[in-house]
């Protein structure tokens, strides 16, 4: 998942699982359980019956469900810290739907099965309670930790003072909070930090959303926000303020929200390649063509090469004949033959040569520079077109790449976006480094590519220009160049508003000019 990943590519979600199962402890009485010297089997737990399988299973399968995620999520990315808050606050977030499987599920199961255990039954009780509080106490912080770590807004020596001095709220409660055998939570003084920590995380994520200037990071921080903070402020709602009112089964309703959110992941995923299961479904799917289209037109080529091999053998004969009896007219047609073999020959070496294995040379470059070559040689034609040409260019950058192949891919695209701006227009050409990657990105104002098309303008031999010149190739061979160099080529477009298209180099490519 690294478009999601990257992204996610792919950015990862933290948030699914910040749900809390600490039990309504304060309805079990403290003195009843010393009383009683060991917990007493329950017959049922704030409520809810312990012999309900359906919904004990329920309880198994959620924590089972949200740990596999946020194993999935470290998955992506796991040297990322960003990633590994999202995965912790994953982890901790089903620490409560552990402390219910505990209560609803195997403490029944242990007084059924052992009923001379206590000491068993008091183990399971107390991993319950230190559970709930695990997950009660330590999710605002993972949750504020993940917000923090999104980002490059901050130093990372701020990040690490914030790190440590956002652990103070937590270290309060674990000294001021009795666990066990009844977990009693002071709510009103948890309200009181956990909130600000709520709005803080919230504010983060919205602000680097709004300033973040890539296009697929700034599509993942949108869906992030989307499936993070209105069901965290839920969550926290059902977990925290309900109950300062003393309602303690609020946070049965999570087990809802849980299920909301995995269905708009399962949408948004499908459509809009979040966590990159798009991008390498369609991956797969261009590389697959790409591989069919390069097999097929080799075989293609070597035929047409060979029949106009003989095609122009008997042309020659009849062009010695025609010459030899003096016959003007059959030497036209003849002409008119070796052109058309000529020109048949020209277009199967362009097409073999786009659709070739490309094998880079690579060197170490300012993309800046070469961006700026390339403008100076497309000048004219701009000009000539009454198309404005603007530079944003990040120019401390350096970048290990093959120039020739990358000044190739340069040209198509400016040269598409000239194309596309017959009456005049503005191209723009950026050149920033985001959190993942180098982008260059080609901007136009043109006539933009119908919704319909858009899917397919990677694919080979596909084009909506009408020219016979055209094969359809060009973005094809950039979106290889960019494969061959571990990146992505991504083109946003709207019809009669115009296209932008993003270079993504990987980051190991790219180091600082001294």
């Known amino acids: 998942m690294k478009r999601f990943a990257g992204a996610f590519p792919f950015l990862c979600q933290p948030c699914l699982f910040p749900l809390d199962f600490g039990r309504g402890e304060a309805k079990v009485s403290a003195k009843e359980n010393l009383a009683n010297k060991a917990p007493a089997a329950p017959v049922r737990y704030n409520g809810i019956y312990t012999n309900d399988r359906r919904k004990a ?174 069901p965290v402020l839920l969550v926290f709602i059902t977990i925290y303020v309900m109950r300062t009112q003393n309602h303690y089964e609020a946070w049965r309703y999570n087990s809802l929200i849980v299920g909301i959110q995995f269905l708009l992941i399962l949408v948004i995923s499908v459509k809009y390649g979040f966590l990159g299961v798009k991008w390498r479904v369609e991956k797969r799917r261009l590389d697959s063509t790409l591989r069919a289209m390069t097999s097929g037109a080799q075989i293609i080529n070597h035929t047409i090469k060979n029949e106009v091999g003989k095609i122009s053998l008997y042309t020659e004969r009849m062009q010695d004949y025609a010459e030899k009896t003096n016959q003007p007219a059959l030497q036209e047609d003849i002409q008119v033959i070796k052109q058309s073999t000529s020109h048949l020959l020209d277009m199967v070496n362009r097409i073999q040569g786009q659709l070739r294995d490309i094998a880079l040379r690579e060197e170490t470059i300012q993309p800046a520079a070469l961006i700026e070559h390339v403008l100076q040689n ?111 080529l991504e083109i946003y477009s709207v019809k009669d508003e115009g296209t932008n298209v993003f ?9 600082s000019v001294e």
């Open 378 to 488: 497309l000048r004219p034609l701009a000009e000539q077109q009454q198309v404005d040409i603007r530079t944003e260019l990040d120019d401390q950058w350096l970048l290990r790449c093959d120039p020739v192949q990358v000044r190739e891919i340069l040209i198509n695209l400016t040269m598409n976006a000239l194309e596309a701006m017959k009456q005049g227009g503005t191209l723009t050409l950026h050149l920033f480094l985001s959190k993942k990657h180098l982008v260059i990105a080609v901007a136009d104002t043109g006539v933009g590519i119908a919704k319909e098309n858009l899917p397919h303008v990677l694919d080979p031999f596909f084009s909506t220009k009408k020219t016979g010149t055209n094969f359809g190739l060009g973005l094809s061979y950039c979106y290889n160049v960019m494969q061959k160099h571990q990146g992505t």
């Open 57 to 230: 299973a329920m309880m198994v399968l959620i924590l089972l469900a949200i740990w596999a995620f946020g194993a999935f999520v470290l998955y992506t990315d796991p040297k990322n810290t960003s990633t590994r808050w999202a995965s912790a606050t994953a982890f901790v977030g089903g620490c409560g739907f552990l402390s219910a499987v505990f209560d609803e599920t195997l403490l029944p199961l242990v007084k059924d099965s052992f009923p001379l255990s206590a000491a068993l039954s008091a183990a399971l009780l107390m991993a319950s309670r230190v559970s709930s509080f695990i997950c009660q106490v330590g999710l605002p912080y993972a949750f504020l930790m993940f917000a923090v770590h999104s980002g490059d807004f901050l130093r990372q020596k701020t990040k690490t003072i914030l790190q440590y001095a956002a652990l103070l709220p937590p270290l309060i409660m674990l000294l001021i909070t009795p666990i066990y055998p009844v977990l009693q939570f002071d709510y009103w003084l948890m309200v009181a930090w956990v909130i600000p920590y709520f709005i803080a995380a919230s504010l983060i994520l919205i602000l680097l959303y709004k300033k973040e200037k890539d296009p697929l990071v700034k599509q993942s921080r949108l869906f992030t926000n989307i499936l993070v903070i209105f």
């Open 503 to 511: 270079l993504y180099f990987p980051h190991q490519r790219v180091e």
